[in-house]
């Protein structure tokens, strides 16, 4: 029958029951046992195939089948995914699957498909399942009703913190690094000795994440609190790295560690880019050296680099230093998604544990009580074994006599059938459980002997009920036998233990200086060749800047120059925009260099006006086709990426048309008609961009060029026959600005430029 409802109801209920699936069963692990259903599932359907830590190992491709028929309907490849992830001995502290075959490395490779390899247990996921076997915790129809599966695991040990966790769920996500075992079963102890221990306080017992990859912990010690405090934070994690000598004053660095979830190769790929594109001059080389272990190799530019200036320049650069987010967003009880501090995802832990253990003893107390039942069943036959024999023997219904009979009585032993007496009708001593164990006895068990054994195992277990009913009236005694086990983990999986020593260590930051990039690079002297076509190249040292210089084909030259490896190269296009360029980083000079349009976004459209080397505290003069123009600091036009920076605003088919530095008291203007102005410099004004002021009036043409120079020393120029002449007197053309001027003196060059 259909129902009509309103379209936002029926999207909203929908969404709401998609998101709650997804917190609670799919991106949210419990606080109780660290665990998401997918891995509860895994290890659970592990331990239904007897893959114990001693035993044999299965193909994985059968794990993930069992998996996901039996317990977890999603996709194998997601299955086994998660599967291989818990083998990762690179990405868990405390690996719960021991893989065998390729689960995949840390640079990035995928594990091998699921009928290639092969998996079992690890003794410390054996450990997480201790006690599902004795009522330890509940048990849930899987999702077609025909198996059980268990709610939570028992976990013997804090497995979210141990191996951490990450998921993303819908509105909320989680994100916890790995930490230490032996630290966080320090921290149990403090709280279970001190059960209103403060979060500042834990941070002295588990200082911080310990990683499986190891790495460097720069983060301050307030952070790191505030982190455990609140339950989000960051960590800095860097890569551990020491200086190899090679003798005769040359040495490289060698990183033994990597930062957690950082693929090598990836790395590496990174810092050869930064090499190649030249962002970090003082690096010449990279290597991967690495076997077994991590070990990358890198190579300084020189031997006179500092080893911590080039360390600090690759940490701000690469993935050498990263920050690891900490998000402890987990379910509470399995059911409510809170963001929770240090100190509230160890009291959930050390709760469930205490749930844990009473479970297990009401469970072995049940056990007990049957089986002191039957022990007293044992006793009473043997006391009486003669009657129990005639009542085996001679009785029809041998079971019901014996729960009839009373055993108070003497009994004689039959010497036939004909003087076998029934027992009377009526309650007898022994329970049916006692009977049924009676008539199950083996003969070989009516000896002397086993009268005294079971007589020992009644004591025994007596004495263990004393102990468990004590426990269970005690909540002191119960905090103590967890603590106990507690320390029993510690003694298997601790620090002493293969593996369980810490491997994250910590370290100050420091002061990293922000070195400026040209103190990086080699200062070396290079000459600056750039073509008409913006074909541009640095060749090594001081080349005579009238020296034969070959270009491609239909090109010819247009700038050249000397200038330094440490020099920052400004580029102006005829579009408004200024570009910087670095000497380091231009192409060599054997080849014919490279279109200076891969160095930065020149359109193809725009013109190069002007190449110069930068220098801080200079001002520039501007000026467009249109005859407007100013003056700008030259720290103002540095661009800091590819695209450049927007200077001076040109549009309508108007074009940048000089730009020059600025020297003297006075500005002299010539237009295309040959008409020349000169007005004071402090007519202009200094700004940072824009479109600036009129220069000259025009009836037609435009701008042609400009200059500025010193008013006592006169204007400069070359005449058609190359001889430089001097203009002091230039009444006639001074006026001010905007004007439209005077035709130029005589011998002033025919293509109305000053230079």
């Known amino acids: 029958m259909l129902v009509a409802e309103p379209l936002s109801r029926a999207i909203g209920e929908r ?39 001693t035993g044999g190992f299965r193909k994985s491709a059968k794990i993930s089948g069992d998996v996901m028929g039996n317990y977890h309907p999603h996709g194998d490849a997601a299955i086994y995914d998660a599967m291989a992830r818990l083998a990762q001995d690179f990405n868990v502290r405390y690996p719960l699957v021991d893989g065998q075959g390729n689960f995949g490395n840390i640079d990035g490779d995928n594990p091998a498909a699921s009928r290639y390899t092969e998996a079992r247990l690890t003794a410390i996921a054996e450990v997480l399942m201790e006690g599902l076997a004795e009522n330890a915790v509940d048990f849930r129809p899987n999702y077609d009703g025909t198996l059980e599966e268990p709610v939570v695991m028992p976990g013997a040990f804090p497995n979210l913190l141990a191996n951490g966790a990450s998921g993303i769920a819908v509105g909320m996500a989680t994100n916890i690094p790995p930490h230490n075992l032996d630290e966080l079963v320090g921290a149990c102890h403090a709280m279970l000795g001190n059960p209103a221990i403060s979060d500042d306080e834990l941070v002295a017992f588990v200082p911080g994440p310990d990683f499986p990859t190891g790495g460097v912990l720069v983060e301050p010690k307030d952070s790191i609190r505030d982190a455990y405090r609140t339950g989000r934070g960051s960590f800095r994690l860097r890569a551990k790295w020491e200086v190899e000598d090679l003798g005769r004053g040359t040495w490289q660095i060698v990183v033994t560690e990597i930062p957690y979830q950082v693929q090598k190769s990836k790395l590496i790929e990174k810092l050869a880019e930064l090499i190649q594109t030249k962002k970090i001059p003082l690096l010449a080389d990279v290597r991967d050296e690495s076997a077994d272990d991590v070990r990358i190799v890198l190579e300084p530019r020189a031997r006179t680099v500092e080893p911590d200036v080039l360390m600090g320049t690759l940490f701000r650069n690469s993935d050498l230093e990263i920050r690891f987010s900490l998000n402890m967003n987990v379910l509470i009880d399995g059911k409510v998604p809170k963001v929770c501090s240090l100190k509230e995802v160890l009291r959930a832990f050390l709760d469930h544990r205490r749930d844990v253990l009473r479970r297990r003893s009401e469970h072995r107390v049940e056990k007990i009580d049957h089986r002191l039942e039957i022990l007293e069943g044992f006793i009473i036959a043997f006391l009486n074994l ?62 002397r002997l086993e009268e005294m054994e079971l007589i020992r195992e009644r004591d025994a277990l007596m004495k263990e009920r004393a102990d468990l009913a004590d426990l269970l009236e005690s909540e002191k005694r119960q905090w103590k036998k967890i603590g106990a086990e507690l320390e029993d983990i510690r003694k298997r999986f601790g620090k002493d233990s293969p593996g369980g020593a810490r491997r994250t260590t910590f370290a100050e930051m420091g002061d990293v200086e922000e070195v400026p990039f040209e103190a990086m690079i080699e200062r070396e002297p290079i000459t600056v060749i750039c073509s008409k076509m913006g074909w541009i190249r640095a060749m090594k040292g001081q080349v005579a800047l009238d020296s034969d210089v070959k270009f491609k084909d239909g090109d010819e030259g247009r700038f050249i120059f000397h200038a330094e490896t440490t020099d920052k190269i400004l580029l ?26 891969l160095m930065v976004d020149l359109p193809n459209e725009a013109e190069i006006v002007e190449l110069m080397i930068f220098r801080p505290g200079e001002k520039l003069l501007v000026a467009s086709t249109a005859g407007d123009g100013f003056v700008v600091p030259s720290d103002e036009v540095l661009a800091q990426t590819r695209a450049g920076k927007q200077v001076l605003t040109v549009k309508d088919g108007v074009k940048t048309a000089l730009c020059r530095r600025v020297s003297g008291d006075t500005v002299g203007v010539v237009g295309d008609n040959r008409k020349m102005l000169v007005f ?7 700004m940072a961009k824009g479109k600036g002021v009129r220069l000259q009036k025009y009836k037609d043409g435009g701008l042609s060029d400009a200059i500025t120079f010193a008013k006592a020393d006169g204007l400069s120029w070359k005449d058609p026959a190359g001889r430089t002449r001097t203009e002091t007197d230039l009444t006639e053309w001074t006026g001010p600005r905007a004007g439209a001027g005077k035709m130029a003196p005589r011998g002033f060059p025919r293509d109305n430029r000053f230079t």
């Open 680 to 686: 004071a410099l402090s007519e202009l004004p200094e």
């Open 15 to 53: 969404y709401l029951t998609y998101a709650l699936s997804t917190i609670m069963h799919r991106a949210l692990p419990d606080a109780r046992d660290g665990l998401k259903p997918v891995h509860r599932r895994i290890l659970y359907a592990m331990r239904e195939l007897r893959l114990s830590a």
């Open 572 to 597: 102006v296009g005829s579009n408004g925009r200024f570009y910087t360029l670095l000497g380091a980083n231009l192409p060599g000079g054997r080849g014919m260099g490279e279109p200076v349009r």
């Open 386 to 447: 003669d009657r129990v024999i005639d009542i085996i023997r001679y009785d029809d219904d041998p079971k019901r006599a014996l729960m009839a009979e009373d055993w108070s009585k003497d009994h004689r032993r039959a010497t036939s059938e004909k003087d076998y007496v029934s027992p009377p009708e009526g309650e007898g001593e022994l329970t049916e459980v006692q009977a049924e164990a009676i008539l199950n006895m083996r003969l070989r068990s009516l000896r």
